[in-house]
Structures are given as structure tokens and as C-alpha cells.
């Protein structure tokens, strides 16, 4: 109100907006999250998905995410909208058994605040690999009327499969009335003595 000297008054209306600022970091509904999966899950699989949220009002609280550290061979994605992880490489337990991944959330405020978390992702072992002998055939002399248990000879195989997938167990496809393998060592023995007439 506006008063003058002979009592007539005028008003006016005066508003005051008062700004949104951006004073609200986001937050992440955990700390780390976790999940493990197969080394021969497919391209393109969703493995997890991360929530953030933002106690500003209005634009300055929507939030993007994105994948910041820990992303070896870019073997994930994350959608920046919903903050859901895929698998987007291929995965090899034997290269890489666990993937922890920084996860940074940012909200659209002018002066954008920033939060992170991590995504921990564990890689299954799976039995990928067929074991391979050092050749594809073998070739041993025996002594006739030699001794039962005489050394005949000895076949190696390795697989590139890790832990107890790698491991190799010998043995003779057809039972064998003259000779046994070693099941651990591929050491092959005679179970008798050797007739060249029989």
C-alpha cells in the first residue's frame, strides 16, 4: 500500500518466487550391490539393476546413471535411464572371475551432484573345454615275458577349463585284460606277462 499526503492509497501485489536449488546429493537404496552368473550367459542378458533417488523437487531430481570404473573389456552396459545392467561382452572365467564396477548416479540439476556405488559380479566356472591329448596317437614298445607291472608308457592330456573342471581322469575307453591305466597320472602298467603267442 502507498499512502499520499492528501489520504489516497494505491496497492500493488508483490510475489516473491522462491528457486529450487540443487542442495540434494542422490542416494543409492544400497551401498554394493551383488550378483553372480554363469561365464556363458549371452550378450544383451539384464543381470541387475541399481535404484538411486533424489530429495530435490522437480527437474533437479531426476537421475542418469553410468558406469564409471571396474568395467574390464566393457564386458557390461547400464541404462543411464533405469539403471539396469546387461552383460555386453564375453564373459571368461578363466580371464576374469570377478567384475566390480563403479556405478555413478547424477541428478539434472544446473550444478549436478553425484553419488557412486558398486556392483560386484561374480563369474561362474563352467566345464567349457574338452580335454586334448599331447597327440592323437601313442605308440609304445613291450618287452615279451616281461614282468607284471612293467612301465609301458605314459599319455598326457590338459584341458583349459579351471579348478575342478580342469582336472583329468584317465582311463582305457574298452577294458583291457593286459594292461591298466593310471586314472591320475595316464601311467599305463601291464596286468600280466606279455605272451606275443596269445
Do not use: C, W
Not at 8 to 22: A, H, P
Not at 55 to 63: K, L
Not at 73 to 86: K, N, P, Q, R, V
Not at 108 to 130: C, F, K, Q, S, Y
Amino acid at each position: 500500500t502507498a499512502l499520499d499526503e492528501g489520504g489516497k492509497t494505491g496497492q500493488t501485489t508483490i510475489r516473491v518466487l522462491v528457486e529450487n536449488l540443487n542442495d540434494e546429493d542422490p542416494v543409492f537404496s544400497q551401498d554394493e550391490y551383488g550378483v553372480s552368473l554363469s561365464e556363458l550367459t549371452s550378450i544383451d542378458t539384464p543381470i541387475l539393476a541399481v535404484m538411486a533417488t533424489d530429495a530435490d523437487n522437480n527437474t533437479n531430481n531426476a537421475v542418469t546413471y553410468s558406469i564409471t570404473g571396474g568395467n574390464d573389456g566393457e564386458a557390461f552396459t547400464i541404462d543411464s535411464i533405469s539403471g539396469l545392467i546387461s552383460v555386453s561382452g564375453q564373459l571368461d572365467y578363466e580371464n576374469t572371475e570377478t567384475y566390480s564396477l563403479t556405478i555413478k548416479a547424477v541428478d539434472t540439476g544446473n550444478d549436478p551432484r553425484t553419488a557412486t556405488a558398486t556392483a560386484v559380479i561374480t563369474i561362474l566356472n563352467e566345464n567349457e573345454h574338452t580335454p586334448q591329448f599331447s597327440t592323437d596317437e601313442y605308440t609304445f614298445n613291450v618287452q615279451e615275458e616281461g614282468p607284471t607291472s612293467m612301465y609301458i608308457g605314459t599319455v598326457t592330456a590338459t584341458d583349459d577349463d579351471n579348478g575342478e573342471y580342469g582336472d583329468i581322469e584317465y582311463s582305457f575307453e574298452s577294458p583291457s585284460n593286459y594292461f591298466s591305466i593310471d586314472s591320475s597320472s595316464g601311467v599305463i602298467r601291464t596286468d600280466v606277462r606279455i605272451d606275443r603267442e596269445d
